[in-house]
């Protein structure tokens, strides 16, 4: 009926990819280091209840959008099903955390490693074929887990698996603030390892890759096994923020981790910015202070009553339409994100300063 | 025939064609533009809502259908030319993920001007008027005008596609871009007519979804990512393949509702996806030189 047409568009579009400078990692390494380190230290010393909570919230979803980021700015694809994949490392860890493998740092290694296997058995089918067969693969996975989860916990569990504090024998580890410290103890260690993976050979493999599959594999790059490598790497990594993300709630139930989730996260990443570990650590920071923003906006309102309670009524709904409107807008004018625009700005405000000193405007 | 059969068939028929008319204009809009849409959904829940808001102010389907149909067209063409076209030289992936952020744009519009409460709409004709067929099959006659008004929408866009001006330019597109261009056809128009088509099929199967059922916005919306099972198994590219797929992924489910649990339906469907991945991963109908490494 129509067989002479059956050439896919996405074959024959010949328009090269556009070109990205090789991965940036956080900026002047040490000085962004620091950075994290300080705001870490200021926050976990003088931050209020809130501070703590909301640092610990923005610290679990940095890690695993930094380990989306592996797959998606490093190796050029996409997963749908990262909220399942948290949702494997949040079972574990809930279910270990009541048993005699409770001690601190045996659920998040557990948790790791059942990610990974999810990554290698959901990777396998998904990676043979080009991206797009992996984002339908995960939006598989996201269903099924989501549907195991549901009987898992049965009857009996409804409202889900209970998840016991952290602890070194006696030593409790669930106060918020220690919550926070391991959260950003396990953030910053992750950050580094990246770091050095994306330095190295590994990382400019990726890098050739993304910018051309083709070419790369005519240099030899294997890239089923480079995909599959970074598809499992970046599982257990999401799988270990499942893991911190159990411990913060306390409660683990399969509804927390639904598609919608997979998507905030896949919104995260790419409005922070692709190609750096600064710009999805600023996208899970600036989505998970939105709904407190639109908050402060309908008090902000306050004066017109119509607005405010309308602000106040469809506060999910407006986050939600933003997210979705961030996301089409970085897509379409900033495929860089917020990091590439702070930093376009940044050079843009350098150079004027700089033509200014030139003819002497400053002394 | 037993009860139970006669039941799956004509609850799976119904719910094939829905799922077939989100397949045939996604697939429209895979082959002229190379972008898996994920604003499928969207679209269905601005077709019903659109279309309850006609039905509301008193036009009937003679109308309201025809005049929903017109302004899915524009819509869908619309967003091509404001949103898509601008990023038709990125990898086609990218395209797709913003198909994502569009859907969560319009769902949220929908939802915001609309509200979430099950659409309401008023009754249109007699739902209960039975066809008998053969043995204890029968069908009522809302089935009738789904699967009948579906028939009518594969044969106007397989006979467009193949015997019009505008379907030739759109078989010329979807081959390659490039040397459609060359040839004078205006690549830009063609894809908004593929879009339009997308959002008009789409806007169809959410109307013929909301006579049947009560849904409320978020369904009709999570009703569009369920197609994709139906979408891959008849192949990405094939547009029989979407009616092919769409029945056999509809006869599958209520096959699953009636003897197994309604539960399990959705868990079914992606269960299939996966096994067609692992075994035939360009589907039924599909081209085999779909993205294979």
């Not at chain 1, 797009?132 to 989501?146: G, K, P």
């Not at chain 2, 959904?41 to 019903?48: C, N």
């Amino acid at each position: 009926m129509t067989g002479e047409m059956t050439m896919p568009p996405s074959q024959v579009q010949t328009a090269p990819a556009r070109t990205r400078p090789s991965p940036r990692t956080l900026p002047g390494g040490a000085a962004g280091g620091a950075v994290f380190v300080l705001v870490v230290v200021v926050t976990a010393l003088a931050g209020g209840q809130y501070a703590v909570y909301t640092g610990t919230l923005i610290g679990i979803y940095a890690l695993v959008t930094v380990s989306q980021e592996w797959i998606i700015g490093r190796a050029g694809l996409v997963s749908l099903g990262s909220a399942a994949i948290m949702a494997v490392g949040a079972y574990v860890t809930a279910r270990l955390s009541t048993t005699s493998w409770s001690v601190f740092p045996i659920p998040l290694v557990v948790a790791m490693i059942f990610g990974a296997v999810v990554g290698l058995l959901i990777g396998v089918p998904g990676l043979r074929f080009r991206g797009l067969y992996l984002m339908l693969t995960t939006l598989a996975l996201q269903f099924i887990v989501a549907f195991a989860g549901q009987k898992y916990q049965g009857v009996e569990n409804q409202s889900g698996f209970v998840v016991n504090p952290p602890h070194w024998g006696s030593l409790d580890l669930g106060s918020p603030r220690a919550l926070f410290i391991i959260t950003c103890v396990v953030l910053g260690l992750v950050l580094l390892a990246l770091r050095g993976i994306y330095g190295g050979a590994a990382g400019r493999i990726w890098n050739a890759m993304r910018q051309d599959e083709a070419a790369a594999s005519v240099l030899g790059v294997n890239l089923v096994r480079w995909k599959l490598t970074a598809f499992i790497g970046s599982s257990a990594l999401t799988a270990l923020g499942g893991s911190l993300y159990a411990y913060q709630a306390g409660l683990v139930s399969y509804g927390t981790f639904s598609l919608d989730l997979s998507l905030t996260l896949l919104v995260m990443v790419f409005i922070g910015g692709l190609g750096t570990l600064v710009g999805p650590i600023l996208g899970a920071a600036v989505i998970v202070l939105l709904p407190n923003g639109i908050e402060r906006l309908s008090g902000a309102f306050a004066g017109i009553p119509q607005v405010a309670d309308w602000l106040s009524l469809h506060e999910a709904t407006v986050a939600n339409g933003i997210y979705g409107l961030l996301l089409l807008l970085v897509l379409l004018f900033e495929r860089d994100g917020i990091y590439g625009l702070v930093r376009r700005l940044g050079s843009a405000a350098a150079g004027q300063w700089h033509r200014r000193v030139r003819r002497g405007a400053v002394q | 025939m037993n009860a139970d059969i006669a039941n799956v068939i004509s609850n799976g028929l119904v719910t094939g064609c829905i799922y077939a008319l989100i397949g045939v204009g996604f697939v429209v809009v895979f082959r002229a533009t190379g972008v898996v849409s994920f604003a499928q959904g969207a679209f269905m829940v601005l077709g019903a809502l659109i279309f309850a808001g006609l039905a509301r102010a008193g036009l009937g389907l003679a109308v309201g259908l025809p005049v929903m149909l017109v302004v899915m067209l524009v819509i869908g063409g619309v967003i091509y030319r404001l949103v898509f076209a601008r990023i038709a030289g990125a990898e086609a992936f990218v395209a797709s993920i913003a198909t994502v952020g569009l859907g969560i744009v319009l769902e949220v519009i929908a939802l915001l001007i609309w509200g979430p409460e099950v659409i309401a709409v008023p009754q249109l004709f007699n739902f209960r008027s039975r066809v008998h067929v053969v043995g204890e099959l029968n069908f009522s006659a809302l089935n009738l005008f789904v699967m009948g008004l579906t028939v009518v929408a594969f044969v106007v866009i397989v006979v467009g596609l193949n015997r019009t001006p505008v379907g030739l330019r759109m078989r010329a597109v979807a081959n390659n871009p490039q040397l459609a261009a060359y040839s004078g056809v205006r690549v830009v128009r063609t894809s908004m007519i593929a879009w339009g088509i997308g959002g008009l099929t789409a806007g169809l199967a959410g109307v013929l979804y909301l006579l049947g059922s009560q849904p409320d916005p978020v369904t009709v919306y999570s009703l569009g990512l369920a197609a994709f099972p139906a979408i891959l198994l008849g192949g990405l590219d094939s547009i029989p393949g979407s009616l092919v797929g769409g029945i056999l992924i509809g006869l599958l489910q209520a096959a699953i509702g009636v003897f197994v649990g309604g539960e399990w339906q959705d868990v079914g469907a992606y269960c299939v996806l996966l096994a067609v991945l692992l075994l035939r991963p360009q589907g039924i109908f599909g081209s085999a030189e779909i993205g294979r490494l």
